[in-house]
């Protein structure tokens, strides 16, 4: 019989020590280390593992969440046997989002288990009605907080929901739900049963203060799918990105709106992020911003104003506040409009968060029609990256954010002028070739 010996292993890195310290040798995270028990003793003699060649290996086929932006995050549905980890600040939609998939994969005929740790059946089905999925077909709901007990109806199911992943506990790791050995036991207890049964796992994480998701950082490195969902209380829409996805793009984003009803997706969330109503004013540029595959038209504002002080203020909101630095630094540099005694304000509209390099042509004329007074025409856009030197480069897939653009009714487009000329016809395109060059053309 295999001797056991006493080990410590720090919750947060997976460092294992003969001796207990209060920090951690690898991490230097203190308290991290907990008491283990573990076997020894000589190896029993087994089969060899058998390799598997790629020809010889059968590729699972996806299935629809039953949401269309909920799959579009996803990469085009769930791939059997992998486990999703989904985040969000509390009450952002995480559940709700959750239980009308399971709602609609279940009226198209799968078979759903939903288990819940924080709420009990009568809860789980009020919610439910509430949404108007009070007749969810096949779908199972269960209300524990063993992870044992509940990966024990797990078989036999299309996808299992596990809401949420710090109120799971393993009976024989010790210690309060939570914990960080408690939520990497769970996790792996799901994804070892996920992989066996091939059935999809989806796991609702709550998130810490500073936004990243609660529980040692091991915990996204052990799913394959890691989604956060997001929005202001303020704001009945919700975004939901992909920050790891091993089976499609991290780059898909996904709008939807939340009503009395639920969640509803947002078919042209384009006209979210900007408004048509009232006379052009200073300080507004329309951008052509890439989220993925999908086109949006962002409106971008700046607000400059003198400041009394010797260090102005650069506030950004939904843009980058390097990126900002830079361009105002080219204005200065490239262009001769000078910011150093003015505070500047900038803002996307709609809460957006933009980090694609080919709206700095829309941010460079919104602060310089801000700093001049001087309102952009209100049917014209911008796409194209600025460099140091000033000049107006080839922004990616140009042809397909200038579609976007014409749908959406504007009737010109100011561009590099090394773009190609497959664009849309029913456009005027101004060709620029620096920022100077833009500042003049529109006067």
Request: charge should be neutral; aromatic fraction near 8%.
């Given at each position: 019989m295999a001797k056991k010996v006493q080990v410590f292993k720090c919750s947060e890195c997976g460092y294992q020590?003969?001796?207990?310290?209060?920090?951690?040798?690898?991490c230097q995270e203190w308290g991290s280390l907990v008491e283990m028990i573990s076997p020894s003793g000589p190896v029993k003699p087994g089969l060899k593992a058998k390799p598997s060649f790629i020809p010889?290996?059968?590729?699972?086929?996806?299935?629809?969440?039953?949401?269309?932006?909920?799959?579009?995050?996803?990469?085009?549905?769930?791939?059997?046997?992998?486990?999703?980890?989904?985040?969000g600040e509390p009450g952002v939609g995480k559940s709700t989002l959750l239980l009308q998939a399971c709602a609609a994969m279940a009226a198209g005929g799968q078979r759903v288990l939903y288990v819940s740790g924080e709420e009990s059946l009568s809860q789980v089905a009020i919610r439910a009605k509430r949404i108007g999925n009070g007749n969810g077909g096949d779908l199972g709901i269960i209300s524990a907080t063993s992870i044992d007990e509940s990966l024990d109806s797990v078989e036999g199911s299309s996808i299992a929901v596990f809401d949420s992943i710090q109120s799971f506990t393993v009976e024989e790791e010790g210690g309060f739900p939570g914990t960080p050995t408690q939520v990497r036991a769970v996790a792996q207890k799901i994804i070892e049963r996920s992989k066996a049964t091939a059935v999809?796992?989806?796991?609702?994480?709550?998130?810490t203060k500073q936004g990243s998701i609660a529980g040692p950082k091991l915990l996204e490195h052990m799913v394959d799918v890691v989604l956060m969902f997001a929005g202001d209380r303020s704001s009945p829409y919700r975004l939901l990105r992909s920050y790891k996805n091993r089976f499609g793009s991290t780059d898909e984003?996904?709008?939807?709106?939340?009503?009395?009803?639920?969640?509803?997706?947002?078919?042209?969330?384009?006209?979210?992020?900007?408004?048509?109503?009232?006379?052009?004013?200073?300080g507004?540029?329309?951008?052509?911003?890439?989220?993925?595959?999908?086109?949006?038209?962002a409106e971008i504002q700046a607000l400059v104003a003198p400041t009394p002080f010797p260090y102005p203020k650069r506030t950004a909101r939904g843009i980058d506040a390097g990126r900002l630095q830079l361009m105002l630094?080219?204005?200065?540099?490239?262009?001769?409009?000078s910011t150093g005694s003015l505070d500047v304000f900038v803002n996307v509209a709609g809460g957006m968060s933009v980090k694609d390099p080919h709206a700095d042509l829309a941010l460079c004329m919104?602060?310089?029609?801000?700093a001049l007074d001087a309102p952009l025409p209100h049917d014209c856009c911008f796409i194209g990256e600025v460099g140091l030197a000033g000049e107006v480069r080839p922004a990616v897939r140009t042809p397909l954010r200038a579609r976007e653009a014409a749908r959406l009714g504007f009737k010109r487009i100011m561009i590099s002028r090394y773009e190609s000329d497959e664009m849309p016809p029913g456009v005027s395109l101004v060709r620029v070739g620096n920022l100077k060059e833009a500042l003049r053309v529109m006067g």
């Open positions: 020590s003969p001796t207990w310290s209060g920090r951690c040798p690898s010889d290996i059968a590729l699972p086929r996806r299935f629809a969440s039953g949401i269309g932006e909920f799959d579009r995050v996803l990469g085009g549905g769930f791939v059997p046997g992998t486990v999703t980890l989904l985040g999809p796992s989806v796991i609702i994480g709550h998130i984003l996904g709008v939807f709106e939340m009503s009395d009803k639920g969640l509803v997706p947002v078919q042209d969330p384009s006209r979210l992020f900007w408004s048509t109503a009232g006379e052009p004013v200073s507004v540029a329309m951008g052509v911003i890439m989220e993925g595959s999908r086109p949006f038209v630094a080219v204005l200065d540099r490239r262009c001769g409009i919104s602060v310089a029609s801000a």
